[in-house]
């Protein structure tokens, strides 16, 4: 049972544009969510971060989206640039086990 | 700050051999986690510590997996006998905080297994 699903195993941006990824959940119990960014022969490196009390979080060309309703969230980066081009994972928890479920990740791809 | 170490990068065995990986996590960093990585997949975790106690192996294959974690600090991960199914990249984690909170996770670079 996948509790964390990115529906899109990759996307292709022009540079400048804004880069929109996915991620769904299924557990009503995960209150905290992360995006990680992981480039190749690499491990992941933390991104970005939101708790279920807020619905949006920024840092600087990267924001976070939650959507707790629709069990969905997205990272949005604005503007792209190719060094962006990476495979991106969600991943969530919740306070009962603080454990990271993550999804299967999404390769971004952002075309200069 | 020195990031979380992993050893060796790049292992290829025969089913049935054994293998081991080394971490060694960012120094003072109280929780270490192992992850495998399955081709096309997400990090799923195997096994949590906090300091050298283990807090979560709810998934570790104990029939053949093992983990320990030496005096708080290093860690290693071992596999015998391995399968085919084994094939992926093992990641291993750091984070500074005890368990039972929300806290940031250092991956290091991974060791990538293949079971011929």
């Known amino acids: 049972d996948q509790q964390v699903k990115q529906n899109s195993p990759s996307l292709s941006v022009q540079e400048g544009r804004i880069s929109i990824l996915n991620c769904d959940y299924t557990?009503?119990?995960?209150?905290?969510f992360l995006w990680y960014k992981k480039y190749p022969a690499e491990g992941p490196t933390f991104l970005i971060s939101?708790?279920?009390?807020?619905d949006k979080n920024e840092d600087g060309r990267f924001t976070v989206f939650l959507n707790k309703s629709a069990k969905h969230l997205s990272l949005h980066i604005v503007p792209s640039q190719p060094g962006d081009s990476a495979v991106y994972f969600c991943?969530?928890?919740?306070?009962?086990?603080?454990?990271?479920?993550f999804g299967t990740g999404t390769r971004l791809k952002v075309l200069a | 700050e020195a990031g979380v170490a992993q050893s060796p990068r790049y292992k290829i065995i025969e089913k049935r051999q054994s293998v081991a990986f080394w971490c060694n996590p960012i120094s003072g960093h109280a929780t270490l986690y192992w992850y495998q990585q399955i081709l096309g997949q997400g990090p799923k975790l195997l096994i949590q510590f906090q300091n050298n106690g283990v807090v979560d192996d709810s998934q570790l294959p104990k029939d053949r997996f093992s983990a320990e974690r030496l005096k708080g600090v290093d860690s290693t991960l071992k596999i015998q006998p391995a399968k085919l199914e084994d094939s992926a990249v093992y990641l291993c984690?750091?984070?500074?905080?005890?368990?039972?909170?929300?806290?940031?996770?250092?991956f290091g670079p991974g060791t990538r297994l293949t079971v011929l």
């Open positions: 557990n009503s119990m995960f209150d905290y």
């Open positions: 991943a969530a928890s919740h306070s009962g086990t603080y454990k990271y479920i």
């Open positions: 984690a750091s984070s500074p905080l005890a368990g039972g909170s929300y806290n940031e996770q250092f």
């Open positions: 939101i708790s279920s009390i807020k």
